[in-house]
């Protein structure tokens, strides 16, 4: 049996898991992200913990294909540099492939976090049988991975399919990338709770913006409505670029579920300029609960 560590990189924790090569996870663990320590620091921890799980599971070195990282970009994957998350603050042009390599004697490979889930999507989830999809995350940011004739779309420096930054509506004022009207600073999470804040009046979590959606409130359903609409523009724009088959969403705004993809799947089969891409399959994500983990250690196989 061949194996191989997946570890995925957040500002909050450090998710990792021991996975073997159908895709069962057999140890996993999380360690808080502590970003008061120097990267190096951290990575250091992230190997020990590499370690224990080797130990718990009584597999060698020798049993191990080799580790994947996923990791918020901006990232330089061709350089195994993580270059400046902006959740991650003080880690800038962290060369960790190199640190993890050094420490192991593995081949180490680092992807953005949403193009590891979308390898976890297409290895064991919602797009095994499609060599063109885009998998998009809807959660506290938004991205997507990418693939383009069975393989992982990664573009020069591996930060292909950063949907969450492109302009939807600049109406809605400016993101703090620069632009106006961005994806995701109209319709991830974080967005969806400020805004549904300021609408209702009162601070309100993300949860709270769809219960009052469920219970029809009237202003915030014209409110999510316009989200669902700008999602919808977006993948639009997914699909005339790039032509998948289909589309699988994940995050945690994908499981308000029915009416964001009754909303988005009415919008493509009107906009989306290719008669056959207005046909585009819009799915929900089958491995959220352990697709970064998973996914990660999936870049490790789909080397061979
Ligand atoms: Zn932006």
Not at 22 to 47: F, H, L, W
Not at 122 to 139: C, M, P, Q
Not at 204 to 212: I, K
Request: net charge negative.
């Amino acid at each position: 049996m061949a194996y191989a560590i997946g570890i995925d990189i957040g500002g909050t924790k450090v998710a990792l898991a021991l996975v073997d090569e159908y895709g069962k996870v057999r140890e996993q663990s999380k360690i808080p992200t502590d970003t008061s320590i120097e990267p190096t620091a951290m990575i250091a921890k992230i190997n020990q913990e590499v370690e224990s799980l080797l130990k718990q599971a009584a597999v060698s070195l020798e049993d191990m294909d080799g580790i994947g990282i996923g990791s918020p970009g901006p990232l330089d994957s061709k350089n195994g540099m993580i270059s400046c998350p902006p959740n991650l603050q003080n880690w800038r042009d962290v060369d960790i492939v190199a640190q993890v390599k050094n420490h192991f004697g593995l081949p180490v490979i680092l992807e953005n976090d949403a193009n590891a889930a979308a390898m976890a999507e297409k290895w064991l989830g919602a797009a095994k049988e499609n060599d063109n999809f885009a998998y998009v995350t809807i959660s506290t940011g938004i991205g997507a991975g990418l693939f383009a004739d069975g393989k992982l779309l990664g573009g020069a420096r591996g930060n292909a399919g950063d949907i969450g930054h492109t302009v939807v509506d600049p109406a809605y004022g400016r993101c703090p990338c620069g632009q106006y009207g961005c994806l995701e600073f109209i319709a991830s999470g974080t967005a969806i709770g400020k805004r549904g804040s300021e609408i209702a009046g009162k601070p309100l979590t993300t949860e709270q913006v769809f219960d009052l959606y469920h219970q029809r409130d009237e202003k915030i359903q014209t409110y999510i409505e316009d989200v669902f609409q700008k999602i919808g523009i977006a993948l639009v724009s997914l699909i005339n670029t790039f032509d998948p088959e289909k589309i699988v969403l994940g995050g945690g705004v994908s499981k308000v579920g029915e009416p964001l993809f009754s909303a988005v799947r009415a919008y493509v089969s009107q906009y989306a300029l290719n008669p056959a891409g207005r046909n585009t399959e819009i799915v929900p994500a089958e491995l959220d609960q352990n697709a970064g983990v998973v996914g990660a250690a999936g870049l490790v196989f789909n080397l061979k």
